[in-house]
């Protein structure tokens, strides 16, 4: 029977760092780990909203939260930087101020600043977006996956690996399918491999797709 484990969480400390840096005491841990899930939603939400987007992709690959006794500090790292940035500066206030609206931080200044990731589409998070974009206009399954192993070869990677599970092409049976371009060596943790798991709700049901990229492996010192 196979072991699973999450390629992210295994890695962690060679080649994977945290995306949430802060402190707590474990009676306060489970309302720090809420916070930084309402800011993450609260950020995509309002991409999502403010952005006039053709392809289906909001191009946020990841957001870093740090946290110090009087400031959080958040990153975004997009793909697609013009996508919030038409009016930066006063986008990213207005965001700003939403956020700390949300979370109702009186005693903590909030800082946020946006990245721009060099290959966006060797990141797995946009291309499950991409994916699931493609799904919900109703392209085959396999035709989706296919340009999505064709966007990330341009990107440089190394090896993609593209799961979707469920009720594909509306059939009645729930099913999983996958498709491998390249090398994804999963057991090796020196090698620099990508993950992310998305779900897209389409008119048959909700619809899985698991995301591998293998990157880069670490030299041997």
């Known amino acids: 029977m196979g072991q699973k484990i999450n390629p992210l969480g295994f890695r962690l400390g060679t080649t994977q760092s945290h995306h949430s840096l802060w402190f707590a005491q474990p009676k306060n841990y489970s ?6 899930q309402k800011i993450r939603n609260y950020i995509k939400n309002y991409v999502k909203k403010n952005t006039k987007i053709s392809s289906g992709v909001e191009g946020i690959a990841r957001i870093e939260i740090q946290k110090r006794i009087d400031v959080i500090q958040i990153i975004i790292h997009m793909g697609f930087q013009k996508l919030l940035l038409e009016s930066k500066p006063k ?43 493609q799904l919900k206009n109703r392209v085959s399954f396999r035709k989706a996956m296919k340009k999505a192993i064709e966007l990330t070869e341009q990107a440089d990677t190394k090896g993609i690996q593209v799961q ?3 009720r594909l092409d509306g ?9 491998r371009e390249g090398r994804v060596p999963l057991q090796t943790i020196q090698a620099k491999i990508d993950y992310c798991s998305y779900t897209v709700r389409t008119i048959y049901g909700v619809l899985g797709i698991k995301i591998w990229t293998f990157l ?3 030299d041997k010192k």
């Open 31 to 36: 309302e720090g780990l809420q916070e930084d």
């Open 216 to 218: 880069d492996k670490l």
């Open 171 to 179: 059939k009645e049976i729930a099913r999983v399918e996958w498709i």
């Open 91 to 133: 986008r990213i206030e207005e965001l700003q101020i939403n956020v700390q609206k949300e979370l109702n931080c009186v005693n903590r200044k909030l800082n946020i600043s946006i990245t721009r990731i060099s290959n966006p589409y060797g990141n797995p998070n946009i291309i499950a977006e991409f994916i699931a974009g």
């Open 164 to 166: 979707i599970a469920g």
